[in-house]
């Protein structure tokens, strides 16, 4: 599973922040981040006892080749009239500057755990970087929370 962060600013949320803040909700993971100069572009967290680990991605559209994929999201988008929301959906799409994927792993013990992990990933990104997010088999959300366009 999927869950992808649409946000309309370049901002870097360091790791450290991100590790502090789940910490703080009650996760321990042991992170490994990869970045470059304009931050972290990729990392693992891995759950106590093993097992495939959380992946994270980072892509900036200014420095990565990200309009084909940001243009296939809103032209779904954009097929979707049947919801009153998908017009602004599209359009927050295309103003997308920076991305973020988080894949969960299907072959964990704690399914329950990553799911509340992803979850918990989600809701804090969103909040900071005003971003709205995409789970593959749910939906389309606010940078709330509030599910605006579900997925069938």
Sequence with gaps: MIYRLFAPVETNVPPSELMAHLSAV?????????GDDLGWTGGTLVLPGGGTPVQLERWL????????????????????????HHTKLMELVIQTKQLIAIRKPIDHADDAGLTDLC?????????????????????WYS?????????Y
Aim: proline share 5%; hydrophobic share 40%.
């Design 61 to 84: 559209t200014t420095e990565d080749d990200l309009r084909d994929d940001l243009n296939n999201h809103a032209a779904e988008l954009e097929t979707m009239t049947f919801n009153p």
């Design 26 to 34: 009650g996760f321990i993971v042991e992170p490994h981040f990869r």
């Design 119 to 139: 979850e918990a990933m989600v809701h804090y990104f969103a909040g900071r970087l005003d971003a709205i997010s995409q789970i593959d088999g749910e939906g």
């Design 143 to 151: 940078a709330a929370g509030e599910l605006l366009l579900p997925e």
